[in-house]
């Protein structure tokens, strides 16, 4: 009796490979972090041998910062997207405040803290991290710059207080990982130092 014979996977493509090596550097990346991003995960990942990954992705500083770079610009798209929604620049400040700090992105923020730190000997990711930062401060600078040609904020340096909430945010979301304070409320907490920076009524941001 002859066995059947097996038919030979179809090669991929240099791009098809690339991708799924990126595709996968990202998986691993959100469930075990930036830290998680090694040439044998990302092998076992897409069941292939670590030199094939190697081959395609020689320099492991440059995927981890790329890997980076896709997670963080993604959810900046997504959140751009949502905020849109809203019509007023105070309805998308308030509902940007609070989508960044009701704990449903925290998979993302761990990114950022773990960025933070590989950074400091990682030059590649440095450089994205601090590009990813700036275009986070443009869109959110943008909003605040809205707000004042509308009537609604008062601030003479909307980069300043762009910087100033980002920080803010940052941290507060950095503590919350570790469950410092109460983190439940930090989207409450952070609202009223805002509304202090943009001349706001108490209060105001707490309603999206």
């Not at 030059?123 to 710059?145: K, N, S, T, Y």
């Not at 762009?162 to 803010?168: I, K, S, T």
């Not at 950095?174 to 706001?200: F, K, N, P, Q």
Request: charged share 25%; glycine share 8%; net charge negative.
């Amino acid at each position: 009796m002859s066995r059947p014979v097996r038919k030979k996977a179809a090669r991929k493509t240099p791009a098809e490979r690339s991708a799924e090596i990126a595709d996968a550097a990202r998986d691993v990346a959100l469930e075990h972090g930036l830290y998680g991003v090694t040439l044998r995960s990302i092998a076992a990942q897409i069941d292939v041998a670590p030199a094939l990954v190697a081959h395609y992705e020689p320099n492991m500083d440059t995927l981890v910062a790329n890997t980076f770079g896709t997670i963080v610009a993604t959810e900046l798209v997504e959140v751009g997207e949502l905020v849109a929604e809203r019509e007023s620049p105070r309805a998308r400040l308030a509902l940007l405040l609070e989508t960044l700090l009701d704990g449903t992105r925290d998979d993302v923020t761990g990114i950022w803290v773990e960025a933070w730190a590989l950074g400091r000997r990682n030059e590649p990711l440095a450089q994205r991290v601090r590009d990813e930062m700036d275009d986070w401060r443009a869109f959110l600078q943008g909003i605040i710059e809205a707000g004042v040609a509308s009537g609604e904020f008062e601030t003479d340096d909307a980069a300043s207080v762009a910087w100033q909430v980002l920080g803010m945010i940052d941290g507060l979301n950095a503590h919350a990982l570790v469950r410092w304070e109460h983190s439940s409320d930090r989207g409450t907490r952070i609202g009223h130092a805002v509304e202090g920076m943009l001349g706001l009524h108490r209060g105001v941001l707490a309603t999206p």
